[in-house]
């Protein structure tokens, strides 16, 4: 159980794709203006993550070492086209509003990354959970990174979230302030790296205390009795 | 009486950073007292706005890095930069545009890099193109000068139309003198005339000109230049950044204009309109973020002045000077690296 402990925090947190290995940049900036985008992209990348883990790990016996990364590709390709399709068949306004982004989800390094660096050493169970954790941290980012832009982009939240989950969800749209000049930086990909830098500073200064608590624990239990004489 | 007997090198008392900071900063007060003439009590109050926000978000800053807090905003750099953020933006632009700009500048600009002296970009200029990018609306509607407008504003009509917390209420109390008021800049409507095919002679007979630079424009810009050879005789600064950016920019418009005289601004339009003069002086001269050698200072202000020219010419914004500063900022490590000064006794290369 440790194990699978270990696989959610690495996820989640302490490699966490979005903050510190720093994949799948492109559509973290490009597509994270509104909180709805971002659920959507996501919640996809998610899917395809967990998808190709599953399948990668369950082949990885059988495919040569030489021609892996092809397979791997191929794998990965075949789910970001099913899943491209549902998103078309089923959200259609979530697809126009994604893009290209949708499709470059083949291209995401996150996916190659866990199936080379989890998936083919790990077995099918095992890997599936990788893919959900490492899948949930970056859309956790994706999540944060899109609700600050958003409010600070158009004071809203969860604007346009009819398109992802049906016309019920207009409900959700959330007038947080009233603005009567749009802050444009915000909604531009360079407010999304100040955004980013500011999240990665975020964490490393928890981080940091975490540490630092952590040591004056340790120093607090090492004192000892000195039992010798000093001469 | 004793003479105290020192050893070589002999060495005039070095100048403190706040020291220079201070000269630069009154070299520069003459040309805030013109502007402030022609435009209105604003640009006054923007600028007392934009020192005291700077005051405060470096005291924090300071405070939460755990470094002495006197030490450093006796400095005054963060006046300075204030300054001339404050005389950069509109004068009648709502408070909180100021703010978000002083605090970007002195925030993420300059001390998340490190502070003074290590910041990569001019803090004053990257702020400006935050705001011009963020909120073009209020950083594109600048007031006519005195001497065009048709009402102009009191002390504290300004006050109010600066810290009223909804602008369109207030435009629409102000109306009849926003309208009079308010307008492009010289360089603006030069520019939409030409586009619209109008030539420069004809765009020049407009309310806004003093028949060949804009009014007002060409007294603040020359009023900053006084300051400027001020500070070269107080030797703030060398002469070779500010002859790079006027050199350039007045050799390409020359070319231009005499090629085509109908379509193109002539140079001395062109040296005394929008930000030149307190660019060429005030901002591109920032030792920080500056190119280090002398040929290599020659570079970075011709640079400087090349990009303006082609950006007020052939681009989409009608004044250049922050893009410009920032993107020479960019190039000034590569200066650096290529432009060494020959040390004495070795060959060159």
Known sequence: MSQYREIAWQGLWKNNPGLVQLLGLCPLLAVTATLTNAIGLGVATMAVLIGSNILVSLVRDYVPKEIRIPVFVMIIAALVTAVQLLVNAYAYGLYLSLGIFLPLIVTNCIIIGRAEAFASRNNPLKAAFDGLMMGMGFTLVLMVLGAVREILGQGTLFDGADQLLGSWASVLRLEVWQVNTPFLLAMLPPGAFFGVGLLIALKNVIDKKLASRKTQVTETTVQRVRVTKVN | ?349
């Not at chain 2, 040309?31 to 020192?51: D, K, S």
């Not at chain 2, 290590?118 to 950083?139: E, G, K, R, S, W």
């Not at chain 2, 005339?193 to 109008?198: A, E, P, Q, T, V």
């Open chain 2, 1 to 349: 009486m004793a003479f105290k007997i020192a050893s070589s090198p002999h060495i005039n008392r070095q100048l403190q950073t706040s020291t220079v900071m201070q000269r630069v900063l009154l070299c520069a007060m003459p040309a805030l007292v013109v502007q402030c003439a022609f435009f209105g009590w604003g640009t006054l109050i923007q600028v007392i706005l934009a020192m005291t926000v700077a005051m405060c978000a470096e005291a924090l800053i300071m405070q939460l890095r755990q470094r002495p807090v006197i030490h450093t905003i006796s400095d005054n750099s963060a006046l300075l930069t204030a300054f001339l953020l404050g005389v950069a933006i509109p004068p009648l632009a709502p408070w909180w545009l100021i703010l978000i700009g002083t605090a970007f500048a002195i925030v993420i600009v300059k001390q998340l890099y490190g502070g003074l002296g290590q910041n990569l970009f001019n803090p004053a200029m990257a702020a400006y193109v935050l705001l011009l990018i963020a909120f073009p609306v209020q950083m594109t509607s600048w007031v006519a000068p005195i001497t065009a407008a048709q009402h102009s504003v009191s002390f504290l009509d300004t006050l109010h139309i600066i810290f009223s917390s909804s602008q369109i209420a207030v435009a629409d109390t102000y109306r009849l003198g926003i309208d009079g008021t308010t307008m492009a800049t010289p360089l603006d409507t030069l520019k939409t005339d030409l586009h619209s095919g109008i030539t420069t002679a004809d765009s020049l007979q407009k309310l806004i000109f003093n028949g060949w630079a804009g009014k007002g424009w060409f007294w603040v810009n020359l009023t900053y230049l006084a300051g400027g050879l001020m500070m070269l005789r107080l030797k703030l600064i060398r002469w070779h950044i500010s002859a790079g950016v006027l050199g350039a920019l007045f050799i390409c418009s020359a070319v231009a204009w005499a090629w085509e005289p109908l379509t193109h601004v002539s140079p001395l339009m062109q040296l005394f309109s929008g930000a030149t003069m307190v660019g060429a002086f005030f901002i591109a001269t920032d030792p920080v973020t500056a190119a280090t050698s002398n040929r290599g200072r020659l570079l970075f202000g011709a640079i400087i002045g090349v990009l303006v020219y082609l950006i007020r010419s052939f681009g989409g914004y009608p004044d250049a000077f922050a893009f410009a500063v920032l993107l020479a900022n960019i190039s000034a490590p590569l200066i650096d690296y290529y432009i060494k000064p020959r040390t004495y006794g070795h060959l060159r290369g």
